[in-house]
């Protein structure tokens, strides 16, 4: 969502911390020690190794054995029906549905020690996005809340519009963006907004940009079949808080780009945008502009382009994150959501895995990133593709995985990570780490490092008061 009712942060120059401390706790400023602290407080940010962030959130857990920690020589029972097959990493063991992923792990780094202990999909979700935590509050269910945890994408946002070296006056891409729905919007038979991806108690000033395509039916899942490009506007949820600049929702054959010229007609004839905050006016300034209108517009790229990505929903999305971030945007989420209840959280049956899952994601990874290889765009984009969580080594009665969250798997590619190369090793069940355990936060860390913002940097929470952006965190040792 777009809609910003933030208040624009401060600083306090030309004081030391020393004497901006002395001076708040006289209450000389009229001022709390907590809001103050908060206004001194500057993201920490130095030269990135990445320009950028693709982040490839694949819902509900992919099996660690049925993708790239493959156990062949255990029992019947776990190491599942599928083979694994040769790749360009030397002993990466990688399931047969991926070929195109085998024929490119040359340009990424496998993970196999992610590990943490929440099994549920809201938690785990919020914490890999994150790196903290989520504790559902009580009669909260599983919906994102004001006072979750900002999202990544969000304190990457913060930072680059806090901090001196981030500001780029006049620009015109947002700084993060969530591909091609909020999590959850399309999950059959639930109304969810699932945790994680948004800016919670950093304020709304910081929320994702969000597009949204729809279904066709209730039983459709556009991630498994081609789409239409009348299915793939990308429009924009929340562009606007006032109905006069809303975009028109009830012409469904108006394109995206027709819509960008409905909006920006109303705002050159309404005195509504007058009373906006100065970040919200630059916002819709943003969206409407010729700039952000030719990236949301998947019709400029060729079709063998698409082809390559893959017309099915998951394909096109990614290949919309690798226009965005060309176009400037620091932080592209792309969400393969459980739209039909299950998908990724396959406790069903592998049917699904073998014939849907894993061949689109295949087809969309293996693109991406030959795509930016091709266009010199992978050394400064790090693209990172995991789940929230791993499946349970011993499978069910009808051959599906139950939740497990205790090891699962991750790839790290661009950015200066080292392609070919594997990272920690697991057990003989694919069921604990063996070496190297991965936490979330170590992940939250290694991302933000590569971004060039100091993982230990302190941010101001919703009191006011400086929190640490990651807690005991290590960063990962992936890059060359």
């Given at each position: 969502?777009?809609t910003?009712?933030?208040?624009?942060?401060?600083a306090?120059d030309?004081?030391?911390?020393?004497?901006?401390?002395?001076?708040?706790?006289?209450?000389?400023?009229?001022?709390?020690f907590?809001?103050?602290?908060?206004?001194?407080t500057?993201?920490?940010?130095?030269?990135?190794?990445?320009?950028s962030?693709?982040?490839?959130?694949?819902?509900?857990?992919?099996?660690q054995?049925?993708?790239?920690?493959?156990?062949p020589?255990?029992a019947d029972?776990?190491?599942?029906?599928?083979?694994?097959?040769?790749?360009?990493?030397?002993?990466?063991?990688?399931?047969?549905?991926?070929?195109?992923?085998a024929?490119?792990?040359?340009k990424?780094?496998?993970?196999r020690?992610?590990?943490h202990?929440y099994?549920?999909?809201?938690?785990?979700g919020?914490?890999?996005?994150?790196?903290?935590?989520?504790?559902?509050?009580?009669?909260?269910?599983?919906?994102s809340?004001?006072?979750?945890w900002?999202?990544?994408g969000?304190?990457?946002?913060?930072?680059?519009?806090?901090?001196?070296?981030?500001?780029?006056?006049?620009?015109?891409?947002?700084?993060y963006?969530?591909?091609?729905?909020?999590?959850?919007?399309?999950e059959?038979?639930?109304?969810l907004r699932?945790?994680?991806e948004?800016?919670?108690?950093?304020?709304?000033?910081?929320?994702?940009?969000?597009?949204?395509?729809d279904?066709?039916?209730?039983?459709?899942?556009?991630?498994?079949?081609?789409?239409?490009?009348?299915?793939l506007?990308?429009?924009?949820?929340?562009?606007?808080?006032?109905?006069?600049?809303?975009?028109?929702?009830?012409?469904?054959?108006?394109?995206?780009?027709?819509?960008?010229?409905?909006?920006?007609?109303?705002?050159?004839?309404?005195?509504?945008?007058?009373?906006?905050?100065?970040?919200e006016?630059?916002?819709l300034?943003?969206?409407t502009s010729?700039?952000a209108?030719?990236?949301?517009d998947?019709?400029?790229?060729?079709?063998?382009?698409?082809?390559?990505?893959?017309?099915?929903?998951?394909?096109q999305?990614?290949?919309?994150?690798?226009?965005l971030?060309?176009?400037g945007?620091?932080?592209?989420?792309?969400h393969?959501?459980?739209?039909?209840?299950y998908?990724w959280?396959?406790?069903l049956?592998?049917r699904?895995?073998?014939?849907?899952?894993?061949?689109t994601?295949d087809?969309?990874y293996a693109?991406?990133?030959?795509?930016?290889?091709?266009?010199?765009?992978?050394?400064?984009t790090?693209v990172?593709?995991?789940?929230?969580m791993?499946?349970?080594?011993?499978?069910?009665?009808?051959?599906?995985?139950n939740?497990w969250?205790t090891?699962?798997?991750?790839?790290?590619?661009?950015?200066?990570?080292?392609?070919?190369?594997?990272?920690?090793?697991?057990?003989?069940?694919a069921?604990?780490?063996?070496?190297?355990p991965?936490?979330?936060?170590?992940?939250?860390?290694?991302?933000?490092?590569?971004?060039?913002?100091?993982?230990e940097m302190?941010?101001p929470?919703?009191?006011?008061?400086?929190v640490?952006?990651?807690?005991?965190?290590?960063?990962?040792?992936?890059?060359?």
């Open positions: 969502m777009l910003v009712l933030g208040q624009a942060s401060s306090c030309g004081l030391t911390r020393r004497r901006l401390l002395e001076v708040a706790g006289a209450g000389l400023l009229g001022a709390s907590g809001k103050l602290a908060a206004a001194e500057r993201p920490a940010v130095r030269a990135p190794r990445a320009r962030v693709i982040f490839l959130f694949l819902y509900g857990g992919p099996s054995l049925e993708t790239f920690d493959m156990k020589e255990a029972a776990i190491r599942g029906p599928f083979k694994p097959i040769a790749s360009r990493t030397p002993e990466l063991r990688i399931c047969e549905y991926l070929p195109k992923t024929a490119v792990s040359d990424f780094c496998v993970l020690t992610l590990t202990p099994n549920d999909h809201s938690t785990a919020h914490y890999l996005q994150t790196g903290h935590p989520w504790h559902i509050p009580i009669g909260g269910g599983f919906n809340t004001p006072n979750d900002p999202s990544m969000s304190v990457a946002q913060y930072a680059q519009q806090s901090s001196r070296a981030g500001q780029q006056p006049g620009g015109t891409m947002p700084g963006v969530v591909l091609p729905n909020y999590l959850g919007r399309l059959e038979g639930l109304v699932r945790p994680g948004y800016a919670g108690w950093l304020g709304s000033k910081y929320e994702p940009l969000t597009t949204v395509i279904k066709r039916h209730d039983k459709d899942n556009p991630y498994w079949r081609d789409c239409k490009d009348d299915e506007r990308f429009e924009i949820q929340g562009l606007a808080a006032g109905k006069d600049l809303a975009l028109d929702r009830l012409s469904r054959r108006r394109s995206l780009v027709e819509q960008f010229d409905l909006v920006r007609r109303k705002l050159d004839g309404s005195r509504a945008v007058d009373g906006y905050h100065d970040f006016k630059r916002a300034a943003l969206v010729g700039e209108r030719r990236a949301l998947i019709r400029q790229e060729s079709a063998a382009t698409r082809d390559r990505y893959g017309r099915h929903l998951f394909g999305a990614t290949l919309m994150a690798r226009r971030i060309e176009a945007v620091r932080f592209a989420t792309v393969y959501d459980c739209v039909d209840g998908s959280d396959s406790h049956s592998s699904d895995v073998k014939s849907h899952l894993l061949p994601f087809q969309a693109a991406l990133l030959t795509d930016l290889e091709e266009r010199g765009l992978l050394s400064e790090l990172v593709a995991i789940g929230e791993g499946r349970t080594p011993r499978a069910n009665p009808n051959w599906g995985r939740h969250s090891l699962f798997s991750a790839l790290l590619a661009g950015g200066g990570v080292r392609g070919g190369t594997m990272y920690g090793t697991s057990d003989a069940q069921a604990y780490p063996t070496d190297h991965i936490r979330p936060e170590d992940l939250a860390a290694t991302i933000f490092d590569a971004l060039g913002i100091d993982p302190r941010i929470n919703s009191q006011g008061r400086p640490s952006l990651v807690e005991n965190a290590k960063k990962i040792d992936v890059f060359a």
